[in-house]
């Protein structure tokens, strides 16, 4: 099986290109981004050394459908999809926080709350809550962007009192995610899932505040199954999910978080392949369509995207 790991493009007009834990973003004249969804996969802030196949295009093209499906409750970045692993878009000055919502606790949050947390990002948590225990209300957990290492959390006074965002501009930040999010666990619902939590982020263009990057992925998102949940939430038995906790679950099993002295555990063809299973298997319970795999021209994936990125950018010049 094959994966996309690195880029290496020359666009017209490209100005710089970033590389994060798993997309490239090429800057296009400081209009465009073409953001490429590699099938890089990280976990406690580190890239595994081996890709997923077909998890760039899962990540991609459940985005695409997404910021599609919400469109309507505040604008976003997104402008085509010229190859199943590609997304073209405004470019917009990005805040440097991550929206995170959660409606049930579990995840980093639980661990916290099991090592005695009961205050997360200014949000007081009560006594006695179990794992995967629903919250009454839906709470906003931010983290502060980092480029490299650990995203830190930080609340909301914090936010605002370090310049990262304006009072005026949280509050529409802030009202953007909670209504992203119900748009999000209605879909969900509808395909028996469950959004569990997610993380958004956003940006400004010529004043206006925009949805920019990945929304309601795996990567970016946790997912139960709603049926069972109940029950095994009752019998404190763990959940059947669709989400990267999954992956993290595996590394933890195998003694590797990211701490000083780990070592990463070999990633075999295997096991990659179960990952890709797994991604494939949530893009069809979230999207209600079979996935099809983007056929390799040649073989070549890398020649396949920058063959489609040149002829979407050749119609905007």
């Not at 906790?245 to 595996?250: A, G, I, K, N, T």
């Amino acid at each position: 099986m094959r994966a996309l790991t690195s880029t290496d493009f020359h666009f017209n007009g490209q100005k710089s290109v970033y590389h994060g834990k798993v997309r490239d973003v090429y800057n296009i004249n400081d209009d465009l981004m073409v953001m490429i969804a590699t099938d890089r996969i990280s976990a406690f802030d580190v890239v595994l050394p081996k890709g997923i196949p077909f998890k760039g295009q899962v990540l991609n093209q459940i985005a695409a459908k997404f910021l599609d499906a919400t469109s309507d409750i505040c604008p976003n970045w997104k402008l085509a999809v010229p190859d199943p692993m590609v997304t073209i878009g405004l470019k917009c000055e990005g805040f440097r926080v991550e929206m995170i919502i959660r409606s049930i606790l579990t995840g980093s949050a639980w661990r916290a709350y099991k090592d005695g947390c009961r205050e997360l990002c200014g949000v007081k948590l009560p006594d006695g809550m179990r794992e995967n225990e629903r919250f009454p209300e839906p709470i906003i957990t931010p983290t502060t962007k980092a480029d490299e290492g650990h995203d830190m959390n930080i609340s909301r006074e914090e936010i605002i009192a370090q310049g990262l965002m304006s009072a005026e501009d949280y509050a529409v930040v802030e009202d953007y995610t909670h209504k992203l999010f119900a748009r999000g666990q209605e879909i969900a619902a509808k395909r028996g899932l469950i959004l569990v939590d997610t993380k958004y982020e956003f940006g400004k263009r010529d004043g206006k505040i925009y949805l920019i990057d990945e929304i309601h992925t795996p990567d970016s998102s946790r997912y139960f199954y709603a049926d069972g949940y109940e029950q095994k939430f009752n019998n404190g038995e763990p959940q059947r999910q669709l989400s990267k906790e999954f992956v993290r679950q595996w590394l933890i099993e195998h003694n590797f978080m990211n701490e000083p002295g780990q070592t990463m555990p070999e990633i075999t063809e295997e096991y990659a392949e179960s990952v890709s299973d797994r991604y494939i298997e949530l893009y069809e319970h979230i999207t209600g369509e079979a996935f099809d795999k983007a056929a390799e021209e040649d073989g070549d994936i890398a020649a396949r995207i920058e063959q489609n990125v040149a002829s979407y950018l050749a119609t905007r010049q």
